[in-house]
């Protein structure tokens, strides 16, 4: 059985998609920690212990696809955490598989309202 998501790492550059995200699962009651770039994210993501880490593809100095990489590469570096990828960068077919290899989910932010992005972490098994 799955543990519940109670933390989570929030890696995301955009402010208004950033702060409307980290509001909502706040109120919601998570606990969220938001990082605005891809070296801190990936450095925060393996300092701290998360359930979830919902991780943007487009980031100022380490792109989200170079992050999922370096925590999911040869060796899952964050085993107890599961990542879901969130975009608006529309990606090749094989570059998406790619991703969604390594990652837990792959959503795409222009479908995901801070209401539905809450019912898919309380879905995750």
């Known amino acids: ?28 009651g998570y606990q969220v920690d938001l990082i605005s770039n891809g070296e801190d994210g990936a450095k925060t993501a393996l300092a701290k212990q998360y359930d979830l880490i919902l991780l943007d593809i487009l980031l100022p100095e380490k792109q989200g696809s170079e992050v999922l990489k370096i925590l999911r590469g040869d060796k899952d570096l964050v085993p107890n955490s599961r990542v879901l990828v969130l975009t608006n960068f529309s990606q090749d077919d094989e570059s998406r598989q790619a ?21 898919i972490i309380q879905s995750l098994k």
Do not use: N
């Open 1 to 28: 059985m799955a543990i519940p998501v109670k933390t989570i790492l929030l890696i995301e550059d955009d402010p208004f998609i950033s702060d409307m995200y980290a509001r909502s699962l706040r109120k919601a």
């Open 99 to 119: 991703m969604q290899s390594k990652a837990d989910g792959y959503l795409i932010k222009a479908d995901i309202t801070p209401r539905k992005l809450i019912e």
